[in-house]
């Protein structure tokens, strides 16, 4: 199974800052791409899927770069609440085939 | 709809051991995932089906692990026989069509 890799952080922001953070896939073949949301000791949940043209949904903005091959997440104006582990999701073929989990990058929002 | 039904929520068992594990997707949806998730390897997917059918093994771990979908509101994860390296927090999610996946609360499993 091809790698898809974050920085696992943590990452260290204040209430109130903008921070963002990447995700790179290694096949290029890759299809579909989602992040989803992990608080401690819970279940994934998605926070969004990542389409070609981007994808904004208030304070959230993902982004394809097809050409390096990475998906980023943007967070504004960075809420306490917004503290979790993020996860991205590539799948690189038909189906589910290929889906593969990033091991997460851990946000911290400091009050 | 409840969402997604684990159970066990917690179970402890000693190496050696059967351990089955149960999901209740939620209704209408017809993919179903088995994932693992520890620390050091993060959230790996085992298995999922299509319309009761395993569609991709090829990240269960090894012959002790199997998974069955009988019909479309049932699966099962089992580990016969059980050993430490096991111990971890194992998922199941469904999704219909194919794109936002629901996931179960999860089982914790621990194997002395």
């Known amino acids: 199974r091809k790698e898809v890799e974050q920085d696992p952080g943590p990452f260290n922001v204040p209430e109130g800052a903008t921070v963002a953070f990447n995700c790179t896939y290694s096949n290029s073949a890759s299809q579909s791409f989602f992040w989803y949301r992990q608080d401690c000791r819970k279940e994934p949940k998605l926070l969004m899927s990542v389409y070609s043209s981007g994808n904004e949904d208030g304070r959230f903005t993902a982004q394809l770069n097809r050409a390096s091959q990475y998906i980023s997440l943007l967070i504004r104006d960075s809420k306490l609440s917004d503290s979790a582990t993020y996860l991205c999701v590539v799948i690189s073929g038909g189906g589910a085939d290929g889906l593969t989990f990033g091991k997460g990058t851990h946000l911290i929002i400091q009050p | 709809d409840a969402g997604v039904i684990q159970s066990p929520r917690h179970e402890v068992t000693e190496m050696g051991q059967e351990v089955t594990l149960r999901c209740k997707p939620i209704?209408?949806?017809?993919?179903l995932f088995w994932y693992r998730q520890t620390m050091m390897r993060g959230l790996e997917l085992l298995i999922y089906f299509n319309n009761n059918v395993p569609i991709d093994d090829s990240g269960m771990p090894e012959d002790r692990f199997s998974a069955k979908m009988p019909n479309a509101s049932f699966s099962t994860l089992k580990i016969q026989p059980s050993e430490p390296r096991d111990s971890a927090v194992y998922f199941c999610?469904?999704?219909?069509?194919?794109?936002?996946?629901?996931f179960g609360p999860g089982t914790r499993l621990t194997v002395l």
């Open positions: 999610a469904s999704s219909f069509p194919l794109g936002e996946q629901f």
């Open positions: 209704s209408g949806h017809d993919y």
